[in-house]
């Protein structure tokens, strides 16, 4: 199917929050992690989403080249290309955009969508994130307040980070300490410089303890509680109806499967996924490079086996391992059969 329009991603979310389950969205960085997407969500009969990062869309563009604007739109018209032919609808959106990376990255392409629309169709991306959480919550919501009238215009979502995600993901690091949680103070402020979608539809990564990569038990004390605390303030404050906000969860990896359900009961619609489904490519390829080391290397003088080491046959499997990793994550999450 087509990617989705402005109205169709606008109509999973709510489907999303009606029904009480959340979108994976997937990180990728080349034509085979979109294609195992792709393939994944179309075995668990979901509709998701693919994003792309700073680091993923420099990687894009070629890995010597770091012209990230032109990597994200030729990821975005590799995904239009080839979407068509399964039966699922998938959603664009760039994931990550800190502070110095605006102007080589989000900015470009909403230009780029603005003349899109312009010319009578729709936008490249549904939806951009910008990532204010290493300035003051005073700044990241000012810049926020820049960028949400202009994707309004063109009919896409904004994403913000309010608070802050411990680890590293593509040059985006923060300590795992006391100030990964987003307080409902924070939340308040978020709604009086944002509104509650008259100025533009946003999302919220609001932060509970997430972590991005890998962690072991004990090292992170995961809070999705507070998602349920923060919504009901909210509430309480705006005369809203439940759960007003719409939540995304970052630095799920690790996360056990009671505190992923708690987490979208209390609101979430999005989980980005990139930890889990790197593993499970990298290592279908080990476990094959491991099983096939005489064909895959040319041995003690011999030639090796050409159907081996063929990039497409260990991509083949690098595709299918990840793709059963994208299915495992719609039934974590709830999305496993939820394809328009």
């Known amino acids: 199917m087509p990617i989705a329009t402005p109205e169709q991603y606008a109509a999973m979310l709510d489907k999303a929050k009606d029904k009480g389950f959340a979108y994976p969205a997937f990180n990728v960085s080349s034509s085979q992690t979109i294609n195992a997407v792709l393939q994944g969500l179309t075995e668990a009969g979901s509709d998701g989403i693919i994003q792309v990062t700073t680091g993923g869309a420099d990687y894009f563009a070629g890995h010597t080249v770091k012209n990230r604007a032109a990597g994200a739109l030729a990821m975005a018209k590799f995904v239009h290309a080839v979407a068509d032919n399964y039966p699922i609808t998938v959603a664009l959106h760039t994931d990550h955009c800190p502070k110095n990376a605006l102007d080589d990255f989000v900015m470009p392409l909403i230009a780029a969508s603005e003349e899109e629309v312009k010319a009578g169709r729709n936008p490249i991306f549904q939806s951009h994130m910008w990532d204010g959480s290493a300035v003051p919550l005073t700044e990241n919501l000012e810049i926020a307040k820049q960028i949400l009238p202009r994707l309004k215009a063109i009919n896409a979502i904004l994403e913000v980070e309010i608070g802050v995600v411990g680890g590293e993901?593509?040059?985006?690091?923060?300590?795992?300490?006391?100030?990964?949680?987003?307080?409902l103070d924070d939340a308040i402020a978020t709604v009086e410089a944002l509104g509650l979608g008259e100025n533009g539809r946003y999302m919220s990564a609001l932060t509970f303890g997430n972590v991005h990569g890998v962690?072991?038990?004990?090292?992170?004390?995961?809070?999705?509680?507070?998602?349920k605390e923060i919504q009901d303030g909210i509430q309480a404050k705006y005369g809203t109806g439940k759960l007003p906000l719409d939540l995304v969860f970052h630095g799920g990896s690790g996360s056990t499967d009671e505190e992923i359900a708690e987490a979208v009961a209390n609101g979430v619609i999005k989980m980005n996924i990139d930890t889990d489904t790197q593993y499970a490519?990298?290592?279908?390829?080990?476990?094959?490079?491991?099983?096939?080391?005489?064909g895959v290397l040319k041995v003690d003088g011999e030639v090796g086996n050409k159907k081996l080491y063929d990039p497409r046959a260990w991509g083949k499997v690098a595709e299918s391992a990840m793709a059963a990793r994208v299915l495992e994550s719609t039934k974590q999450l709830g999305s496993f059969g939820h394809s328009n």
């Open 169 to 183: 993901e593509d040059g985006v690091s923060h300590d795992i300490n006391d100030s990964l949680y987003t307080t």
């Open 215 to 227: 962690y072991k038990p004990g090292n992170v004390q995961l809070r999705p509680a507070l998602l």
């Open 281 to 294: 490519y990298t290592r279908a390829i080990a476990d094959y490079m491991l099983k096939n080391y005489d």
